[in-house]
């Protein structure tokens, strides 16, 4: 039996300051989202780390090389869909 649920393809993190990787095995992609869902800036939280964020926003998570396949980057708009 093991305790591990697979991970979404990607997940929103409202109105916080920090991101982390504790618990993963692999590192992360992560955005800070200004109000209208624009990437202000983008981090690679390395496995076992956390990074913190400021101003505090929403954040987008994903596993590492996620951004790259996507396109997301600083000036990128993301929308918010509802799941």
Do not use: Y
């Not at 800070?32 to 496995?47: F, N, P, S, W, Y």
């Amino acid at each position: 039996m093991t305790l591990r649920r697979p991970l979404p393809e990607a997940l929103v993190v409202i109105k916080t300051q920090c991101a982390h990787a504790l618990g993963m095995r692999r590192a992360l992609d992560v955005a800070l989202l200004d109000e209208a869902g624009t990437v202000i800036r983008t981090q690679v939280v390395k496995a076992w780390r956390t990074a913190r964020f400021r101003p505090r926003g929403n954040l987008l998570e994903a596993l590492h090389g996620s951004f790259e396949r996507w396109g997301v980057r600083p000036g990128s708009r993301v929308t918010i869909v509802p799941h």
